[in-house]
């Protein structure tokens, strides 16, 4: 299993960024999928999640409706496109599949003026 985030960066607030999670090792179409977000101090959190099939979505409440979560499945491939970026958004963003214990390395994104 290997699961590569990408897309990362500095950005001022009120920019967008979309990450990408490149999936390989399982069969990423039958996976829900997830992306969390660890902050500088602070323990990883839940920030969204996506059914195998890219119907149904949710969101933890700090992004819903600046973020949204999709998937490609015929490139095995996890989005997060984040609008609207705020300071707090600062932190090191992952995927992982529901099913599996399996982390990337993360991507790093760093939201500052």
């Known amino acids: 299993v290997q699961l590569v985030e990408s897309g990362g960066g500095l950005v001022q607030p009120g920019e967008s960024l979309r990450l990408s999670c490149a999936a390989s090792g399982f069969t990423f179409s039958s996976h829900t999928m997830n992306w969390y977000r660890q902050a500088p101090g602070k323990e990883r959190e839940w920030v969204a999640q996506?059914?195998?099939?890219?119907?149904?979505?949710s969101y933890t409440t700090s992004v819903q409706g600046r973020f949204t979560i999709s998937r490609y499945n015929a490139k095995n491939t996890l989005y997060l496109q984040m609008n609207s970026l705020k300071p707090e958004d600062t932190a090191v963003y992952y995927c992982?599949?529901?099913?599996?214990?399996?982390w990337g390395q993360g991507t790093q994104v760093t939201v500052s003026s």
């Open positions: 996506i059914n195998s099939a890219g119907s149904l979505t």
């Open positions: 992982k599949s529901l099913q599996l214990s399996n």
